[in-house]
């Protein structure tokens, strides 16, 4: 089966990077006009090579200081790189720069080329190889073929091919399932077909008629459909990861279209202002990389004027690894653990670069150590140790598998086996929010949740000592914010399952609370009970209790709840309790009498029970309440 890379080439300016191109493939990436006359590459430029069962789309980069931007737009996304030396010139400063962005962009597999063989002599060409190896001795490139080459005579570019065909073979192949993703670097018109965007498939694949995301910047996002799709001039019904793309968007004025934006799966990228990232300051230019510097951020195709805030340390020293969080002027695209690179604002150094840790962030308290040791976690060669960071730290939002492929670089399929696992270990917990929603939490912070819920119950009950509930959407106001409603109420419901809480739909209390009576208290609830024994179904008014209550009167509702929470009332409506022992004979002799006849009305009720209509009406309603009698007409018959 063909593989498809993307090859890059990296190197100074005018040592020969687009002729060895066009020797190795026959193809002239300078299609500029600026750059046929001046003879330099100012843009990136494409061509493509056959190499057996490898297919490599080619990216050419310019080698000149002012257009390192270029450079860095175009080595986005490649999987091997062909480092150029002229002979005649030797290692020189954009040859180290490249290297260094290379480096800083992960790469781990390349060949070097040493160009213009044909003008130095063998001495001289040992030399410049000695140079190159000393060099790359600390890189990716330590143990790299050197290819001695001439674009002009042909020398040593049979051996080149057969070089990166080699080193094509040791990258490690890509999963295919992952979301399709494509950072655009090229934008034009094509005659009758309209907008035409290009660049490097970096994940997944996309067919003829699929609708993508159009991210457009700052936040924007469009749902596009692709047209047509075409791979190095031919059209094709599909593109996947490791090749070069070109694609027809439909309705795409392409004014609108630019350098930076990006094209993916529906759902799947999510613009921020704000990175989680791993940093290194450069080795290669020894300048530290201090808290607060504005620096430019080359990110996919994209770069973005950014402030680094360390959380760490003050100073991240060359070749130390620090954790940060980059702050954007614009939103851009990322997936966890994409390279990035920084340079200073007036883009005349490179300073480091790094990897992306959380590419939808939140603002980080710089060293808050509990939430640093997580982030840490992030770049754990285990997944499942990555779920757990991403799961604690996304708090109260939760994950799910549909966003794991971008926050932790795993696919949907495999999210969903570790997450199974992680819940069956109760190290997640599934929360029902409504019928039709769950929300997976990690544990530590489910508990955290419930524990501040039980807290404010407690602290509600100790404010209102007699209340024996209190309403359920007073404490949604309270802890509003832990979450929305929602997600309190989800969590309150499963404290009533496990039985720390006590309640219904409407109020709540905690298990063990007890109200607190005073002893003046105590006999207001007792003579309340009493009148209402005696009262049987013709129960006092709340208010009638007003005068005895003398200081107790502002808390007479709540000594009624106290009242029924100790089982000696029965609350039928606001205004009408019953004794206990008379609410259950009511019931007892309404059964009886509706199980020997057709059913009664409510004045036979009223009859059979010795009180008035004023209160049959509402001891009919609770009795249909309650469950035990359903109204049929005119009639109450039994449920």
């Not at 800083?104 to 190896?133: F, Y």
């Not at 508990?447 to 404010?463: F, T």
């Not at 199980?595 to 009919?620: H, M, N, S």
């Amino acid at each position: 089966m063909q593989r498809d890379l993307i090859l890059g080439t990296a190197g100074h300016i005018d040592h020969g990077k687009t002729a060895l191109v066009k020797a190795l493939t026959g193809i002239d990436c300078d299609r500029l006009p600026e750059e046929k006359v001046r003879g330099i590459t100012i843009d990136i430029g494409f061509a493509h090579l056959e190499l057996g069962d490898t297919r490599l789309g080619i990216v050419d980069v310019p080698g000149h200081e002012r257009f390192i931007k270029n450079m860095l737009a175009g080595a986005t996304g490649i999987d091997l790189a062909l480092l150029v030396v002229a002979a005649d010139d030797s290692v020189m400063p954009q040859t180290r720069e490249h290297l260094e962005i290379l480096k800083l962009l992960g790469l781990r597999h390349g060949v070097i080329a040493l160009t213009k063989c044909d003008l130095v002599d063998d001495t001289t060409r040992e030399v410049v190889g000695l140079e190159v190896r000393e060099l790359v001795k600390d890189s990716f490139l330590a143990d790299a073929a050197i290819l001695a080459t001439s674009a002009h005579s042909g020398l040593g570019i049979a051996e080149l091919k057969y070089a990166l065909a080699a080193a094509a073979r040791s990258v490690s192949s890509q999963e295919m399932d992952e979301p399709f993703r494509l950072a655009i670097d090229r934008a034009f018109v094509a005659q009758g077909h309209g907008t035409v965007v290009t660049g490097s498939v970096a994940s997944g694949f996309v067919k003829l008629g699929d609708e993508l995301d159009w991210h457009k910047g700052n936040g924007e996002i469009e749902k596009v459909r692709v047209r047509g799709l075409n791979n190095h001039g031919h059209a094709v019904d599909e593109v996947h990861r490791g090749q070069r793309a070109a694609i027809n968007l439909a309705g795409v004025p392409h004014e609108q279209v630019r350098r930076g934006q990006e094209l993916a799966a529906l759902h799947y990228l999510e613009p921020s202002k704000v990175l989680t990232v791993r940093l290194t300051a450069s080795n290669e230019f020894r300048r530290a990389i201090k808290h607060r510097l504005p620096v430019r951020l080359h990110i996919g195709t994209a770069e973005v004027m950014a402030t680094v805030s360390l959380l760490d340390c003050d100073r991240n020293e060359p070749g130390q690894w620090a954790l940060a969080q980059l702050f954007l002027e614009d939103a851009v695209t990322a997936v966890w653990g994409q390279p990035f690179v920084l340079r200073d604002s007036s883009a005349e150094h490179t300073l480091g670069g790094g990897q992306v840790l959380q590419p939808v962030a939140a603002k980080i308290r710089r060293r808050h150590l509990e939430v640093l040791e997580r982030i840490e976690r992030l770049w754990s060669a285990d997944p499942k140790e990555r779920i757990r960071a991403a799961g604690w730290l996304a708090g109260t939002e939760g994950i799910a598998p549909t966003d794991l492929a971008r926050d932790i670089g795993l696919s949907q399929s495999k999210a969903i086996i570790l997450i199974e696992q992680l819940l069956e270990a109760q190290e997640f917990i599934r929360l029902r929010l409504t019928a039709f929603y769950q929300l997976t939490l990690h544990a530590e912070r489910l508990a955290g949740l419930e524990n501040r819920i039980v807290e404010s119950i407690l602290a509600l009950h100790r404010e209102n000592p007699l209340a024996t509930t209190h309403d359920r959407q007073k404490l949604t106001a309270r802890l509003e914010y832990l979450g929305d409603e929602p997600l309190v109420q989800g969590v309150v419901n499963r404290l009533l399952e496990q039985k720390r809480l006590v309640g219904d739909d409407r109020r709540i209390a905690h298990a063990d609370f007890k109200p607190k009576l005073s002893v003046n208290q105590r006999k207001l609830r007792d003579r309340i009970v009493e009148a209402h024994q005696a009262a049987k179904c013709q129960p006092p008014e709340p208010k009638e209790f007003t005068n005895q209550a003398g200081g107790s009167a502002g808390s007479l509702k709540e000594i009624y709840e106290v009242a029924v929470a100790e089982g000696h009332l029965v609350k039928v409506t606001d205004e009408i309790y019953l004794d206990s022992e008379v609410e259950a004979e009511m019931r007892q002799r309404v059964r009886e009498r509706l199980q020997a006849g057709r059913g009664a009305t409510v004045a036979e009720i009223r009859d059979l029970l010795g009180t008035t209509r004023k209160f049959a009406v509402p001891l009919c309603e609770y009795l249909d309440r309650v469950g035990l009698t359903k109204r049929e007409g005119d009639l109450r018959v039994l449920r």
